[in-house]
């Protein structure tokens, strides 16, 4: 199973970021789809995720300026960034469950200038 991430950069503050993320490979039933990222010293963080059910879930730092969908046939998830602000630098992951194992993308990063 391979993600290829597509769609990270550079960005101004109060700019807009769609970030893909397909997946490839023996996939017969993704549950969850979702994206962490990690700031430099930091602790990678929870971003959004998106079950199989579709109930959408956000780190409250995003809420409302983020959003996460998926294609099921494509076997991709996006995730639309609005309102980019300057801490959302940050190189960003995706993420598919394929129980009980988790696979992950190679990172995209993004910036957002003040």
């Known amino acids: 199973v391979q993600l290829v991430e597509t769609g990270g950069g550079l960005v101004q503050a109060g700019g807009s970021l769609r970030l893909s993320c397909a997946a490839s490979?023996?996939?017969?039933?993704?549950?969850?789809m979702g994206w962490y990222r990690q700031a430099p010293g930091k602790q990678r963080e929870l971003v959004a995720t998106?079950?199989?059910?579709?109930?959408?879930n956000y780190a409250d730092s995003v809420k409302g300026r983020f959003s996460i969908s998926r294609d099921n046939v494509k076997n991709t998830v996006y995730l639309q960034m609005n309102s980019l602000k300057p801490e959302d630098t940050a190189v960003y992951y995706c993420?598919?469950?394929?129980?009980?194992?988790?696979?992950w993308g190679q990172g995209t990063q993004v910036t957002v200038s003040s």
């Open positions: 998106m079950p199989s059910g579709g109930n959408t």
């Open positions: 993420y598919i469950d394929l129980r009980p194992l988790r696979y």
């Open positions: 490979g023996s996939i017969f039933s993704i549950t969850t």
